[in-house]
């Protein structure tokens, strides 16, 4: 297991390199770039932009250099200095902005997961051994509307039922605006409660409703297989075969998805959280795609590319715990 280990970890240098390569020249493509983007604004403004102005800007920002000179100067302050660059926009490290915002995305992040899994994997198995009952329609009928509706939709209905319906005050955002830049206090966590709860809603709907469906079409393929009918004949308890020797081999298609889902710890629901004005890394990505602020989308796609892969590491080695027959040598 650990020479597996390591060679993944060697695998995984040359595909961030093209990662890194494919990203760059992505980000290139579209016409213009954040000088294209700044000189408009001041445009907009009534500030005229003289050609003296604009390569100054140019060479302050790097912009008038080859595509393969800014490249290798980006990567390698990765590389040497774990330096992602400087954002344009923000004139702050990129590293620095995303650790600003990962805390809170990782927080929403973790939280509809867990809301998810205990969600979505009793409801499964109940579905599941309870097939065609009025139960299991009505189940299967909520997890179409969980796959249907769109995030946004839901995060603006629950916003209107919060305020009209129950008279809360949380209108978007974490924090009431009194608590956004005091101290740490029992009624700040209070007030955060207060706000949380909808997006980790929001963010966990479509990912319950999906994996309750895998659990169920799982359950149903191992129910069955002639050994839960060998258990049955031998007089095992129902929950015994369904949770023991069922449900456990049900599991490595969900501990897979696990492995994908885990970029999205960084990514967050975007839509979501413009709509309600989360201070997710998402936001930043969609705003730095807005005025092609290129190593902040550059550094944020190389993390996602990254965490992708450390996810898949995980859940291989969560499926060979979980699954005697699979074996790394």
Do not use: C
């Amino acid at each position: 297991m650990f020479a597996y280990i390591i060679r993944r970890f060697i695998y995984m240098i040359p595909t961030l390199i093209l990662i890194s390569i494919l990203s760059f020249i992505i980000i290139d493509l579209p016409p213009g770039d954040y000088l294209t983007y700044m000189i408009s604004n001041l445009q907009r403004q009534g500030i005229e932009v003289n050609e003296s102005q604009i390569q100054y800007y140019e060479e302050m920002y790097g912009l008038n250099e080859p595509l393969p000179v800014r490249y290798f100067k980006w990567i390698g302050g990765i590389v040497l200095r774990g330096d992602f660059g400087i954002s344009f926009r923000y004139q702050r490290s990129v590293l620095s902005l995303i650790l600003e915002r990962l805390p809170w995305t990782i927080l929403i992040s973790i939280l509809s997961m867990i809301l998810t899994y205990i969600v979505a994997i009793p409801l499964g198995i109940f579905s599941a051994t309870h097939k065609y009952t009025a139960g299991d329609n009505l189940l299967t009928f909520i997890s179409f509307l969980g796959l249907s509706i769109p995030n946004f939709f839901l995060a603006l209905l629950l916003l209107y039922i919060s305020v009209f319906w129950f008279g809360s005050s949380a209108t978007g955002g974490l924090f009431s605006s009194e608590y956004i830049n005091a101290s740490w206090s029992f009624m700040k966590i209070i007030d955060l409660l207060k706000h949380i709860w909808i997006p980790v809603i929001v963010s966990s709907t479509y990912s319950w409703a999906m994996y309750m469906r895998i659990t169920r079409a799982n359950m149903l393929d191992i129910l069955n297989e002639q050994y839960i009918m060998t258990a049955r004949a031998k007089g095992l308890s129902e929950i015994l075969v369904v949770y023991k020797h069922a449900f456990s081999n049900a599991l490595p298609p969900l501990i897979m998805r696990i492995g994908v889902a885990l970029p999205f710890l960084l990514q967050g629901a975007i839509i979501t959280s413009i709509i309600m004005s989360l201070p997710t890394t998402g936001v930043l990505f969609y705003d730095a795609i807005n005025v092609m602020d290129m190593y902040v989308i550059g550094g944020f796609m190389l993390m996602i590319g990254f965490m992708l892969m450390i996810g898949n590491i995980l859940a291989d080695i969560a499926l060979a715990m979980v699954d005697p027959r699979i074996k790394y040598e």
